[in-house]
């Protein structure tokens, strides 16, 4: 009886070895689970905050009165940029040509905001626009591989339309008149992140040129040489910079999104 009772208790312990072994092993493997559920969790919080910003930010935090970049212009030269209107929030109907209206649908839109700027020669104009998406991070993430393989946000078929507020320098900015643009697909926050500039003159007949070639160094176009594409990505620029503070919690994000 006596081996087979010391048999009995080898049998015991292994098997609570095994057992000791595998509750460690749930636990390490709980904890790394739980770990990556919370960072997830937190991403998808902030995705959510970014979708109900524009209800609470303050209009003059996400489109400041007057704007200062130290390097923004052609060949890192200081410029300075005053709003000289705030659209209403609307839906996005009319607010893009026909065919990046048609790109932009399968993400929705939630709302639409835009403000106009001049700099301060009065010269140039330059609308900057939030589109508040509808669709979730990965409906945010496959949008932003098709412009990327597409290349949609070079094609001068797919431009975003001016905000021309009347009595103000950028009352006959027109479809005619943009001369440049940039179109930013976000894909931590539920937004598209706009803008597009042109000459405060009324002029048509410059052929219209992406922002990110217009800021190309050795660019010669009438929209490089003129600043209109550094006018486009640097008020773009700043209105993402300063929705990613906001969603952060900051304060004060009219100053965050300086340069």
Not at 98 to 114: H, M, N, S, Y
Not at 133 to 161: N, Q, V
Not at 165 to 191: K, M, N, Y
Request: glycine share 12%.
């Amino acid at each position: 009886m006596r081996p087979r009772a010391s048999a009995i208790r080898t049998a015991a312990a292994a098997t609570c070895l095994i057992l000791g072994i595998g509750l460690i092993a749930g636990a390490a493997a709980g904890s790394w689970l739980t770990g990556a559920s919370g960072r997830q969790s937190a991403a998808e919080r902030a995705f959510e905050r970014g979708r109900a910003l524009w209800h609470t930010l303050p209009v003059d935090s996400l489109f400041p009165r007057r704007i200062h970049a130290d390097s923004a212009g052609p060949g890192g030269a200081g410029r300075d940029w005053t709003r000289v209107g705030v659209a209403p929030e609307s839906d996005c109907a009319g607010a893009f040509d026909a065919l990046l209206t048609k790109a932009l649908a399968p993400v929705g839109c939630e709302r639409l905001l835009r403000a106009t700027y001049t700099d301060a020669t009065a010269t140039r104009v330059t609308t900057v626009g939030l589109l508040v998406t509808a669709t979730d991070g990965t409906g945010m993430r496959a949008l932003r591989k098709r412009f990327s393989d597409e290349r949609l946000d070079r094609r001068a078929d797919l431009m975003p339309r001016p905000y021309a507020p009347g009595g103000t320098v950028a009352e006959h900015f027109g479809d005619a008149q943009r001369a440049s643009w940039h179109i930013g697909v976000l894909t931590d926050l539920p937004a598209v992140v706009y803008a597009v500039s042109g000459f405060a003159d009324a002029r048509t007949g410059t052929p219209p040129q992406p922002a990110a070639e217009a800021v190309a160094p050795g660019a010669t176009t009438a929209p490089a040489q003129a600043g209109l594409g550094h006018d486009a990505m640097a008020l773009a620029d700043r209105l993402e910079r300063g929705l990613h503070q906001a969603v952060r919690g900051g304060t004060g994000a009219a100053e965050g999104g300086r340069k």
